[in-house]
């Protein structure tokens, strides 16, 4: 059973996400069978997935591809695909993968299982459990066709490292169709120094029980001490004290870290739809009815303004981080 | 410039899930439907194309009889026609989006809107995969939208930024919040809506690709351990966190 991955690298090699994807391939299939395809791939990324058991990666230098285009990228995996015979083809759910996977699918023929939690093999196949209804719901899926388009839940999949392997890089041109009407990347723009919640092993997000954006340097400074990414309840978003890329939830994002860390927040439905598969749930929230609690591994009922410094203060001493 | 907006009728957010009795969809009984929250930012920036450019708009749904009712919100909001793919089931992307493909063929428009995703599936598919069906470029969570001559600016939310792309007409754009204000329709048109007409279109013939096998609530225990806010409580939030999550 052949897999192709779809690789997405970072400046500092590889993303996590592709590490994630590529233990979940090894669980499917032994390394052999495994191949790797990257744009642009750089040596500290090869590496890096070969620290993942990867042996074998196709790599995309086509002048064409400088620009990223997501119809483009699509014909390059699918011909890949096609080359190395794929039973499956695996990406990340990420915002790239979720904008190229369905196009894929499409070209291949091929069942799409989107956003999926849990891969299970069967046969020669794979089925997969994937949430729905917000998380509301778990759904198992068998695809229906030969070859599988898969996308995997960002932090849901755990990232093991093997032994470590020498990837074979293989120049890979694909037939790319210069007429074909698209659309391209021109710039891109990161928010510096911060880590995006979509990414992070660690949230702490606040909530209107903050009172208001001069005091969320507590939420920022318990993230700090546990290397966590900064999140946000809809209303301190709609309230203009947290930018919209920190909401968590329904109409923000879907995230399942390690850790989450909810302060003030109550633990709307549209809030729990966002990280109700979260490891583990941590609520501070001084009414010890709110609904957050319900979802909670642990919950310190409490004022934020004075758990939060002495809960940093408390976390620095065991992590080392200020 | 002519619009064609797809929008799906879904579950309200705060609804309760239960199973059905076959064991693969929602019990659909005392549900609340509701227009897809995400498809309101479609509806809204294809009203805004039209206000700017001329042409017209149309709004269609792959869905059952009561889909009908989000087809007279968009009515009612200014959408120029309404149109439905009868199609109870839609659990398959893939044939939602080949029915939704086939419609764009025959009207060809300059612009198709979706939202960014739909609130029950979530899977962030079926713009996508139309854009492939029809061999056409895409941009999703398009947070903001130029249309100028026949080029296509827009930004898109990616992790930890944004993403400026380029595209040419005609071209598929899926709608994140953020992108415009959607607006209320009024009593009068709420009432005018009530008897325009709706036609309806063939579904695909498109095979299932993906079956449900079953569908189950997920298991959310928790620990649920809960603590006051003393130095002693706190200490051993820490402590847990460190020896039983290990987590730090
Ligand atoms: C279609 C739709 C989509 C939505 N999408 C989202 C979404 O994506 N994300 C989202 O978050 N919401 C979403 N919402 C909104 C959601 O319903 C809630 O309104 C929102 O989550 C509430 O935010 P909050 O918990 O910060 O505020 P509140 O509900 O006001 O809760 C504040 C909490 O803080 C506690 N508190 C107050 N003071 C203190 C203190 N000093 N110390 C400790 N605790 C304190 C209170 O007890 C309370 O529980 C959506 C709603 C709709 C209708
Ligand atoms: N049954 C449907 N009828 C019309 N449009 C749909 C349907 N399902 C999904 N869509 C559109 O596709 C977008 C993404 O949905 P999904 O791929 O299911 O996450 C939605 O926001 C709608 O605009």
Redesign the interface.
């Given at each position: 059973m052949n897999i192709l991955v779809y690789l997405e690298t970072s400046p500092n090699g590889l993303k996590r996400s592709s590490s994630e994807a590529l233990t979940a391939a090894r669980a499917l299939a032994g390394g052999s069978h495994i191949t790797g395809i990257m744009f642009n791939g750089t040596p500290a990324a090869f590496n890096a997935a070969g620290e993942y058991g990867l042996q074998r990666c196709l790599n995309i230098n086509d002048k064409i591809i400088e620009q990223f285009s997501?119809?483009l990228a699509?014909i390059a995996i699918s011909d890949a695909a096609h080359a190395i015979g794929a039973k499956i083809v695996i990406l990340s759910?990420?915002?790239?993968g979720?904008?190229?996977?369905?196009?894929i699918?499409?070209?291949l023929?091929?069942?799409?299982?989107?956003?999926c939690v849990e891969l299970i093999p069967s046969g020669d196949s794979v089925?997969a459990v994937r949430?729905?209804?917000?998380?509301?719901?778990?759904?198992?899926?068998?695809?229906?066709?030969a070859v599988v388009v898969a996308t995997l839940r960002p932090n849901v999949f755990t990232a093991r490292k093997t032994e470590r392997t020498t990837v074979a890089v293989e120049a890979f041109s694909f037939a790319s169709d210069k007429d074909?009407?698209?659309?391209?990347?021109?710039?891109?723009?990161?928010?510096m120094g911060?880590?995006?919640v979509?990414?992070a092993d660690?949230i702490v997000s606040g909530g209107r029980g903050l009172k208001g954006p001069e005091n969320f340097h507590l939420i920022e400074e318990l993230a700090r001490s546990?290397g966590a990414a900064v999140g946000a309840s809809r209303a301190v978003v709609d309230a203009g004290w947290r930018p919209?890329?920190e909401q968590v939830g329904?109409?923000?994002k879907?995230v399942a870290p390690?850790?989450y860390v909810a302060c003030g927040i109550s633990g709307a439905?549209?809030h729990l739809?966002g990280m109700?598969?979260s490891k583990?749930?941590?609520a501070i929230n001084k009414d010890?009815e709110a609904p957050i609690?319900?979802?909670?591994?642990?919950?310190?009922?409490?004022?934020v303004f004075?758990?939060l410094p002495?809960?940093t203060s408390?976390?620095s001493a065991?992590?080392g981080r200020h | 410039m002519n619009v064609l907006v797809c929008i799906s009728q879904v579950p309200d957010t705060t609804t309760k899930i239960t199973v059905s009795p076959d064991g693969k969809s929602m019990n659909p009984q005392g549900v609340k439907f509701i227009l897809n929250p995400y498809d309101e930012f479609a509806i809204e920036e294809g009203l805004r194309i039209r206000e700017k450019f001329g042409g017209t708009v149309t709004t269609l749904t792959v869905g059952g009889e009561s889909a009908k009712e989000i087809l007279r919100t968009a009515l009612a909001m200014g959408s120029d026609t309404a149109a439905i793919i009868k199609d109870e089931e839609r659990q398959d992307s893939y044939i939602v989006a080949s029915s939704i493909a086939d419609v764009a063929r025959s009207i060809s428009p300059d612009v198709i809107l979706f939202g960014r995703q739909s609130i029950d599936f979530d899977s962030f598919a079926v713009p996508s995969m139309v854009a492939e069906l029809l061999g056409w470029p895409n941009i999703s969570m398009v947070s903001s939208l130029t249309i100028e001559d026949h080029s296509v600016t827009a930004e898109r939310d990616i992790e930890g930024g944004k993403e400026t792309i380029e595209a040419t007409l005609p071209c598929v754009i899926a709608a994140q919040k953020g992108l415009n204000d959607p607006r209320y329709p009024k009593l009068p048109d709420i009432m005018k809506a009530k008897s325009k007409t709706i036609s309806e279109h063939p579904k695909s013939s498109a095979v299932r690709r993906v079956n449900v096998l079953d569908m189950k609530l997920p298991d959310t225990k928790r620990l649920n351990k809960i603590f006051g806010e003393s130095d002693q409580e706190l200490d051993e939030v820490v402590r847990l966190l460190h020896e039983e999550a290990k987590i730090i």
């Open positions: 997501n119809g699509a759910a990420t915002a790239t979720k904008d190229i996977a369905p196009r699918a499409v070209r023929q091929a069942g799409l299982l989107a956003d089925e949430p729905i209804y917000a998380g509301k719901a778990l759904i198992r899926v068998k695809p229906e066709t074909v009407r698209t659309s391209v990347v021109v710039s891109t723009s990161q928010n911060t880590i995006d979509a990414e660690v546990l919209h890329r329904q109409t923000g879907t390690s850790m439905v549209q739809a109700s598969t583990v749930i941590v010890k609690f319900k979802v909670a591994d642990y919950g310190i009922v409490g004022d004075e758990v002495k809960l408390k976390i065991v992590t | -």
